[in-house]
């Protein structure tokens, strides 16, 4: 099966700038998770959406951070504006069945942000 | 809180010996605990998971150990190589009232395997 799919993989921008990453998830995969690595660390949920309703987003920064999957299979994260703490990879991940996590996250390969 | 602590940071062993990373979570409603191996420049792949059901699952050189009344989880690897050399993290499930749950993961653990 083909894997998460996420674009762009490297994207550098100066503070206070917008910026979009995509992902498209494995196909039939009904929940989609977007998390953010930074240098060193474990990954961090920022959003959970089941289908294209949100099932947690507590830690997403929302003056700054916005998510969406309208259709309930392809999903946007977006930053405005960043900041320099916000150089990380964002790290898309989804999963077959969401309920008490019986199926296992598939991660995407990521994108790297750099915010100079 | 929502907490997972992994020991040690940072692990070096010489090819052939054993490694041991342990994790510790704060939630005793988790039932779920995956360990992820992420190499350099690479998406985390799961390498192993265990369910609150089970104390103990083994797979070829990997086994994973859960003592729900600690609150502790371990990964062991023996007879290590050098390409099990990466960064290891576990997780654990957080219940989201009836919207299943998420996990939360540990900082991480560099394991080097020295030739």
């Known amino acids: 099966e083909a894997g998460v799919a996420q674009s762009p993989r490297y994207k550098i921008i100066e503070k206070r700038q917008s910026v979009a990453f995509w992902c498209n998830p494995i196909?039939?995969?009904?929940?989609l998770y977007w998390y953010q690595q930074i240098l060193g660390q474990g990954p961090k949920l920022l959003i959970q959406?089941?289908?294209?309703?949100?099932?947690?987003d507590s830690q997403l920064p929302k003056d700054r951070f916005s998510a969406e999957r309208l259709k309930g299979v392809d999903s946007t994260l977006k930053i405005q504006p960043a900041k320099l703490e916000d150089s990380a990879v964002y790290l898309c991940?989804?999963?077959?069945?969401?309920?008490?996590?019986?199926?296992?996250?598939?991660f995407g390969n990521g994108t790297r942000l750099t915010v100079t | 809180g929502e907490n997972v602590e992994q020991h040690p940071s940072t692990l070096s062993v010489q090819e052939g010996d054993s490694a041991v990373i342990k994790c510790t979570y704060s939630d005793s409603a988790s039932n779920y605990f995956p360990w992820y191996k992420q190499e350099l420049g690479k998406r985390p792949q799961l390498i192993i998971d265990i369910r609150s059901n089970v104390g103990e699952k083994k797979d070829q050189r990997i086994a994973v150990t859960l003592n729900k009344t600690a609150k502790h989880f371990s990964l062991h690897i023996t007879e290590t190589q050098p390409e099990d050399s990466a960064v290891y993290f576990c997780a654990a499930s957080i219940k989201l009232g009836n919207q299943g749950g998420k996990l939360i993961f540990g900082q991480g653990t560099e394991l080097s395997v020295k030739p």
């Open positions: 959406f089941q289908n294209n309703g949100v099932v947690d």
């Open positions: 196909s039939g995969h009904a929940t």
């Open positions: 991940a989804s999963s077959l069945i969401q309920g008490q996590l019986n199926s296992p996250l598939h």
